[in-house]
Nanobody, 127 residues
Framework: QVQLVESGGGLVQAGGSLRLSCAASGRTFSSYAMGWFRQAPGKEREIVVAVSRSGGSTYYADSVKGRFTISRDNAKNTVYLQMNSLKPEDTAVYYC????????????????????WGQGTQVTVSS
């Protein structure tokens, strides 16, 4: 069982930056592949970024490539999402997700593949 707690959301002007953190409970964080998803009002949940257990393999949605960076610190049981050059269309609730994986270099992009979710953190980008 893994519990995930996101932090770092807030209100920022377009062009600004935020760093989201997702802290995981437990002693086997390095066994979990991680992902960040977001859901805007009236829209479906979508994958933003994903990272493998090792941190060596990553996936970025086209909409955030070059602006967002995912990283993980397995010693701190934490995954980060650095968001730069934010746009109003990035406004959403951002969710951290985790799934146990047997594969050290595999990431997952389908929300149905994740077993554990955080409560979400609101990111609002004003124009």
């Amino acid at each position: 069982q893994v519990q995930l707690v996101e932090s770092g959301g807030g209100l920022v002007q377009a062009g600004g930056s935020l760093r989201l953190s997702c802290a995981a409970s437990g002693r086997t964080f390095s066994s979990y592949a991680m992902g960040w998803f977001r859901q805007a009002p009236g829209k479906e949940r979508e994958i933003v970024v994903a990272v493998s257990r090792s941190g060596g393999s990553t996936y970025y949605a086209d909409s955030v490539k070059g602006r967002f960076t995912i990283s993980r610190d397995n010693a701190k049981n934490t995954v980060y999402l650095q968001m730069n050059s934010l746009k109003p269309e990035d406004t959403a609730v951002y969710y951290c997700a985790a799934r146990r994986s047997d594969y050290i270099s595999t990431y997952y992009t389908d929300g149905e593949q994740y077993a554990y979710w955080g409560q979400g953190t609101q990111v609002t980008v004003s124009s």
